[in-house]
C-alpha cells in the first residue's frame, strides 16, 4: 500500500472515530438497505435531539447483527489493499459487522 493510500486510509479512520465518538449510548439502527443496490444506511440518534449521523455503507458484501441497539462505538478498520479492499464497520457488544467497500458520513440528519 502507498504512503498516500495509507495517509487517506488513517484519516478516513480519523474522521470517523471522531464523529462516532461524538453519540455514546445513542440508538442505532438500519435505517435503510437496498439488496439490489447493496448500500446499508446506519441512522444514529441522541435521545431528545431532531437531528443524528447517518452512515451509508455501499457495496455492501457481507451484514450480521441486530437491526436496532444502543451503540457504544462502532469501530472502523480497512482490510487488503487496492481494488480488494474492504471497508468492515464492527460494534463486537452489539455483534454488528459490516463489509462493504466504502461509506459516507453525513452529519446533522433529521431524524424520525
Known amino acids: 500500500m502507498s504512503e498516500a493510500m495509507n495517509?487517506?486510509?488513517k484519516r478516513k479512520c480519523?474522521?470517523?472515530e471522531r464523529a462516532i465518538g461524538?453519540?455514546?449510548g445513542a440508538r442505532a439502527r438500519f435505517f435503510t438497505y437496498s439488496l439490489s443496490h447493496k448500500v446499508l444506511v446506519i441512522q444514529l440518534e441522541r435521545f431528545n435531539e431532531a437531528v443524528g449521523l447517518h452512515i451509508a455503507c455501499s457495496d455492501v458484501d457481507w451484514l450480521a447483527g441486530p437491526t436496532d441497539w444502543i451503540t457504544q462505538g462502532i469501530q472502523l478498520e480497512?482490510?487488503?489493499a487496492g481494488r480488494e479492499m474492504t471497508c468492515i464497520l464492527?460494534?463486537?457488544e452489539?455483534?454488528?459487522e459490516v463489509r462493504c467497500g466504502g461509506f459516507q458520513l453525513m452529519h446533522n440528519v433529521p431524524v424520525r
Open 7 to 9: 495517509s487517506d486510509i
Open 78 to 80: 480497512y482490510r487488503g
Open 14 to 16: 480519523e474522521l470517523f
Open 94 to 96: 452489539a455483534g454488528l
Open 22 to 24: 461524538k453519540y455514546p
Open 90 to 92: 464492527r460494534e463486537a
